[in-house]
């Protein structure tokens, strides 16, 4: 157990629709990134955000976008879901940004119909 | 970052120590060696990282080369616990951000 919670555990949804996903980072963390897994492959970088503003990017459109609120807690948010968008979506966080070891949550599962 | 390769896939005997080999030839000096794992159905867990010398915790110890072009995580008595994918990932510590860049992994099969 890493401290960091993910909710949904499981959720489908349709090509076209919204989602929100949550997490809730490790106690005193400040910094809470977002990984995209699809399946067979290594965690993909989406973005980073770091005392409420975001503070890095991976290769994903506009249409995923993030919030981190004042007590660290964070949601991703992906607007026109497409059919590759079905994938395990990680959340991790970190207490200094930059480095050491970042804390996992179990993630969602996302299906796009 | 640098880019790392690893065997895509590893059988060990569940007791004996399993070395996972890790290749990043293009490491840069500033550049940390970091190795985590994914347990089937589980999000990543940090294992060990280290910048040049030898390092070791309660999880496992990190050999790096001297030339840094290399290194071996060694999990001295593996269990079946062990069965997971490991991620070698090589990154530079800075404050623009510090995502983890995963490559395919090494699975590990602990076998009994």
């Known amino acids: 157990e890493t401290g960091v919670t993910q909710s949904p555990t499981h959720l489908i949804k349709t090509r076209g629709q919204q989602v929100t996903l949550r997490c809730s980072s490790q106690?005193?963390?400040?910094?809470v990134s977002w990984y995209q897994q699809a399946l067979g492959q290594g965690p993909q970088f989406i973005f980073q955000?770091?005392?409420?503003?975001?503070?890095g990017r991976g290769n994903f459109p506009p249409r995923f976008s993030g919030l981190q609120f004042p007590n660290y807690s964070s949601e991703l948010n992906v607007n026109a879901l497409e059919l590759d968008d079905s994938a395990l979506y990680l959340c991790?966080?970190?207490?200094?940004?930059?480095?050491?070891?970042?804390?996992f949550g179990p993630g969602t599962r996302l299906t796009v119909l | 970052d640098a880019k790392t390769t690893q065997p895509p896939s590893m059988d060990c005997a569940e007791g004996r120590a399993a070395n996972l080999p890790c290749n990043h030839s293009?490491?840069?000096?500033?550049?940390?060696v970091y190795w985590y794992r994914q347990i089937h159905s589980q999000g990543p867990q940090y294992i060990i990282h280290?910048?040049?010398n030898n390092e070791t915790n309660e999880m496992a110890s990190l050999i790096i080369t001297e030339d840094r072009k290399s290194s071996t995580l060694i999990l001295p008595h593996a269990t079946l616990r062990d069965t997971a994918v490991y991620y070698c990932?090589?990154?530079?510590?800075?404050?623009?951000?510090?995502?983890?860049?995963f490559g395919g992994g090494t699975r590990l099969m602990v076998k009994p």
């Open positions: 991790a966080s970190s207490l200094v940004a930059g480095r050491d070891e970042q804390f």
């Open positions: 106690s005193g963390h400040n910094t």
């Open positions: 955000y770091y005392r409420e503003e975001e503070n």
């Open positions: 293009t490491i840069s000096g500033n550049e940390y």
């Open positions: 280290g910048l040049k």
């Open positions: 990932i090589v990154r530079v510590e800075n404050n623009a951000g510090n995502m983890l860049t």
